[in-house]
């Protein structure tokens, strides 16, 4: 039954018809845009809702189509059509779709379309009421585009992340936390947080649970026992889940570090026996040097005897010696000084490679340093034919430097270098660099093939050569020359061609100043 417009019996005169009631309430409601349509769709009313909504005003829609206000698209594949078609057919078409306003701007609206009729039936208009669900929708969709971010953050994340209930039952549970434990999201559901771990841990669990609960987030460790059997370790993050201010329920996410923890054990491992092999090399180490110290300072006390009871018969304190007497008391005296001289190379690498020796650094010059060192290997020199020579470019060549371990530095090296140079010559050059002071000890003598280079400096090695095996030696002496370069904070090079000679190049910190 038709609802009809009533009116009170005490009612004033005044008050309006029912038409009049229509058309108030058509131009005041402001929500919604109420039109009215022709038969063929043409705006035959229009109110101030549909003037807000739309943009247009009274003067610009009347008369006009209203498939003005569909997308361009829509309107000309016949949409405005086909929905006055189906309200006529109908009585009613409603339909949620994009709008456009005047300025081109769209918005999403719910339209009812509703076919009128006279009193003899006949189609005389529509009716049409709109609604701006634009706000509505934007809700709507970033609302639906969190729940997505948080359904892919679930579904996809590399950590177990499962929710419980206040009294500990599981809610939810990512793909994660199905392989983590090997059951199922279902079969879990009946478990109590708790429970899911290793027996010795469910009372601290429990009590973890109770504090996420309170609003206290909590991080442990602990374990689980896969469905396969095997043993799971996990760091735990428990947080409150939060909805209005109301704790509702707790998260959990959980990393698998079976591997970490087992890694790190492995690794503590490996640094254990490494400390271990390290304190057992040092220790040999140690021995090793003492060792050394002890047998050349023993080896030296009966050798100073050798030689000096060799002194007092070649000098004649215990009768003159005949020249055939002579031969043997010279060879014991040369053969002496050689062993002297090698316990003493043992005895100074013995002090490096223990870390013993110091060194007192102060301006040194050098031009004097190595005058001295080239009249002492002077004798030498001559013994075997050589030229020795020495060349300084720079007038001021002060190094900050310790006298004596540099002396005991290029001594090593002017040595070697007469000990194996059969003919020809050895050059000690000096010259200053911006930051360092250069000695360049260069000889004619058998040089060093360059697959050795790499091991002149080893200790106790020495390359297979007639004359090396003629002197003989330790093999420490460029190992010391090396140490002793470092030790001083310089470095030494050595450029060498087998047969035409070495150059071996210090360079030591200038003084400045």
Known sequence: MPHRLRTHATASPALPGRDELYRLLVENVTDYAILLLSTEGRVVTWNEGAERMFGYDEADALGREFALF??????????????LATAARDGRCETVAWRVRKDGSRLWASVVLTAIHDASGRLIGFGQITRDLTERKEVAERYEESRQRYRSLFENNPDAVCSFDP?????????AAESLTGHHADDLRAREFWTLFV????????????????GQPQVAQSALVHRSGRRVELRLTLVP???AGAIIGVYCIAEDVTERLRADAERESLLLRERVARAEAEAANAAKTDFLAVVSHELKTPLHAITGFADLLHDGELGALTDPQRRPVDRIRTNGRQLLRMIEDVLGYARLDSGEERVRLERVPLDRVLSELVDEAQKSATAKGLALSMEVRDEICLAETDPGRVRDLIRALLSNAVKFTESG??????WREPSWV???VEDTGIGIDPEQMPRVWDPFWQAEHPLIRKVGGTGLGLSIARRLASLLGGDIAVVSTPGAGSTFTVRLPLAHG
Do not use: H, K, W, Y
């Open 199 to 214: 027996p010795a841990d469910r009372e601290q669990m429990r009590t973890l649970f109770a504090e996420a609960l309170a």
């Open 438 to 440: 250069a000695v360049e």
């Open 167 to 175: 009294d500990g039952t599981l809610r939810t549970a990512n793909p």
């Open 425 to 430: 010559e050895v050059r000690v050059t000096l």
């Open 241 to 243: 889940i939060l909805v």
């Open 70 to 83: 569909f997308p361009q698209e829509e309107a000309e594949s016949g949409t405005p059509d086909r929905d």
